[in-house]
């Protein structure tokens, strides 16, 4: 398995646990616009969770800029590199 | 990193279990079995949708206390509403939660009209940390006046509810920000945050000691888990969040111990193992001075503080009670004759060691003291141990004791199960009392009949009205008995103090004392007097003193203070609740007949047997 299929395995996961009941299937090409309940604080609880569970911090402009889930993957790798 | 450390991890099976809350299918038992872990923001989240669910509420709602919370903050609250919602259900609590807009404190609390006013909530919250008051960015020239008016703000939004939504509110002391400005400098300087924190810290536990307010002590709770980790600027700064992850779930079981110990929930006796969580080693194994317990060692030094804290817990009311796997002459003699053990037989109401089971014994403990099942907290360094008796006794608090003794005090004291709203001096003899009472069941067996018994305890009784010198434990018996209790009604301090002014109310507080000891203010009686008759509003007794006739004096005495006043009928209702089997009967038994008519119980005093049990009257000086 590549890296970049074991963070998304391990983003799908964490999407259940943040966005429990919602009505959408997991991909690398889902974004905010796909998810009503990705809103700003949904997307704290998400980063926050991602950090915990791969042991990584973001910045704080990142908030706004990763919204969707191959940005997710994209920093995800970079800050694990 | 992960803090919370009297809770089990979370269960593998948790997103199962959760599926099965939702479904109807799990039962009280499984709840907690996820419940009393170390659930994050999600989870929590998770769990509480389940738990709300039509089909899990139905299954799982009953037993818990239904309390509705306000909240009013300066900063985001929506990440806050699961966390404390699942720390209220660990507490007995079910919390409905009602958040104003962000930052609302002021216009929430000066109209009736208000978005919180309206929720008809039992508390409010006033979750306000030093960004809502002006010193956090006033200039360094003003902070002493910035004290004062920050002090009148929350006290006059505090007394604004009060006013409006007719509850008093929980508010909080601040926690000090995660860095200093100028060092060391700033605790000295009156005008920096911190000394300014300090200050208003102080001074507003002293503005909130005469008020029917609750002090959230936030400040020693962010001090515990450290400022850096308490705060998240960067999710203050994106989305006005005040605290991080871990800083809410600690926010959260404060919370959640002050509304239980307000709704009676806090336990009230520490049951601990001994081999290997009271001394080091096993005494059956190692000998009476093969026990790990020796000043100077390390092993021993651990094993003594746990008993320190024991018996510092015992100082303050908590009653202490063993339960070992052991002989019970081995266990006894370590108590009785080892000079380093700091906890004496004299300090263990009930002392079990055998080889039976300990759900079996707890219950046992739990039955010879009189009290719920729920009121205990069970110590064991066995994990064994600990998981039989979760699993069978679900309402027990284990706490998670790891492998290093050195721990377990704090992690006893960090899981803060003893959450205290006051200290009356009857606190401070509880546990003598409860011990006493151990004794008085041993000479129970030995009396031939009941009456001889009740004799021999030589009891005498004394009622006062309620006075300022019993108010508070007035107050504490009236929100936290549950068995004997009529009508199970909670008043708050300030209602209990306007009862006492209300000269168209009859309140009594009772005491008693035998030859064991006093008990303190065990029983208390409110009356609403009208011309003809005198309705009885509330009626509790301790569970301390059931069973010793006292129901029937006061009854005597209650008929006899309508007689003298010229009222012939007093009335009387019993509501039933979960707890309150114990008095289903007390009414006829007392002599109350059913009218079917007002469908209450009443009770002609003309027609009335006193039933003058062995209790004299000791006159109120």
């Known amino acids: ?81 | 990193m992960q803090n919370r450390d009297w809770l089990p991890p979370v269960a593998d099976d948790f997103k199962t279990i959760c599926k099965q809350i939702t479904e109807g299918s799990a039962d009280r038992a499984s709840l907690a079995r996820v419940l009393h872990t170390q659930l994050d923001v999600n989870q929590c989240t998770r769990l509480m949708k389940a738990v709300c669910s039509d089909a899990g509420a139905s299954v799982i709602a009953c037993g818990f206390a239904q309390v509705k919370l306000g909240i009013v903050s300066n900063s985001t609250q929506d990440l806050l509403v699961a966390p404390l919602f699942i720390a209220g259900l660990r507490r007995g609590v079910w919390l409905n939660i009602c958040l104003a807009d962000f930052d609302q404190a002021w216009q929430e609390s000066q109209s009736v009209n208000s978005k919180l006013c309206q929720f008809g909530p039992d508390f409010i919250l006033i979750n306000q940390d030093y960004r809502g008051y002006p010193f956090a960015n006033g200039g360094v020239s003003q902070a002493k006046s910035d004290v004062r008016s920050s002090l009148d703000f929350i006290t006059q939004v505090a007394d604004g509810f009060l006013a409006n939504a007719g509850v008093p509110c929980i508010v909080q002391n601040l926690a000090l920000p995660p860095a200093n400005l100028l060092g060391n400098f700033d605790i000295r300087h009156h005008t920096a945050l911190s000394a300014t924190i300090l200050a208003f810290n102080q001074q507003l536990a002293e503005r909130l000691s005469d008020s029917p307010h609750y002090l959230l002590d936030v400040f020693s709770e962010a001090a515990h888990l450290g400022g850096t980790q308490w705060f998240d600027q960067r999710s203050w700064l994106s989305s006005r969040i005040a605290l991080s992850e871990e800083g809410t779930l600690f926010y959260c079981e404060r919370v959640a111990a002050l509304v239980g110990a307000i709704k009676g929930k806090s336990r009230k006796c520490l049951v601990l193992d001994l081999d290997n969580t009271l001394w080091g080693g096993v005494i059956g194994d190692d000998g009476l001075y093969g026990i790990a317990i020796q000043p100077g060692t390390p092993r021993g030094e651990a094993h003594l503080r746990l008993q320190q804290l024991a018996l510092e817990l015992k100082q303050a009311g908590i009653i202490l009670a063993v339960c070992s796997k052991n002989d019970e002459k081995n266990a006894l003699e370590a108590f009785q004759v080892h000079p380093d053990m700091l906890l004496k037989e004299t300090d263990i109401a009930v002392f079990v060691a055998n080889w039976q089971d300990k759900p079996t014994n707890l219950q046992f403990i739990a039955t010879t003291l009189n009290i719920g099942i729920d009121a205990l907290v069970f110590v064991d360094d066995n994990p064994a141990e600990r998981e039989i008796v979760r699993k069978m006794l679900p309402d027990v608090a284990v706490p998670e004791m790891g492998r290093d003794p050195s721990t377990y005090a704090d992690i006893l004291m960090r899981a803060n199960y003893f959450e205290s709203l006051s200290q009356t001096e009857d606190d401070l003899h509880r546990a003598d009392q409860y011990r006493a009472n151990a004794a008085r069941s041993k000479l129970q067996n030995n009396a031939t009949d009941m009456q001889e018994y009740l004799r021999s305890l030589e009891m005498v009784a004394r009622v006062e009205p309620f006075l300022s010198s019993n108010i508070v434990r007035v107050t504490q018996l009236v929100n936290k008995t549950n068995q004997f209790n009529l009508t199970t009604k909670r008043y708050t301090q300030d209602q209990i103090e306007r009862m006492a002014a209300n000269v168209d109310m009859l309140t009594l507080s009772v005491r008693l004392a035998d030859r064991f000891g006093d008990n303190g203010l065990v029983s208390v009686v409110i009356c609403h007097k009208q011309p003809m008759q005198l309705e009885i509003d509330s009626w509790l007794m301790s569970c301390r003193v059931i069973k010793r006739d006292l129901e029937h004096w006061i009854c005597d005495y209650l008929v006899e203070h309508a007689i003298t006043s010229g009222i012939n009928q007093i009335i009387a209702r019993y509501l039933p609740t979960e707890k309150n089997v114990l008095v289903e009967n007390l009414l006829p038994e007392l002599g109350f007949c059913w009218d079917e008519q007002l469908q209450v119980w009443s009770l002609d005093t003309r027609h009335y047997q006193f039933h003058r049990p062995p209790i004299s009257k000791l006159e109120a000086s």
Not at chain 1, 29 to 43: F, G, N, P, V, Y
């Open chain 1, 1 to 81: 398995m590549s890296e970049r299929t074991e963070v998304l395995s391990a983003l799908e996961d964490i999407f259940d646990d943040v966005f429990m009941d919602a009505d959408v299937s997991f991909s690398d090409s889902l974004s905010s616009d796909d998810i009503e309940e990705w809103d700003s604080l949904a997307q704290i609880r998400l980063l926050t969770t991602i950090e915990k569970h791969f042991s990584i911090q973001f910045e704080i402009e990142q908030i706004d800029q990763l919204k969707s889930v191959s940005s997710l993957v994209d920093a995800i790798l970079a800050k694990m590199a």
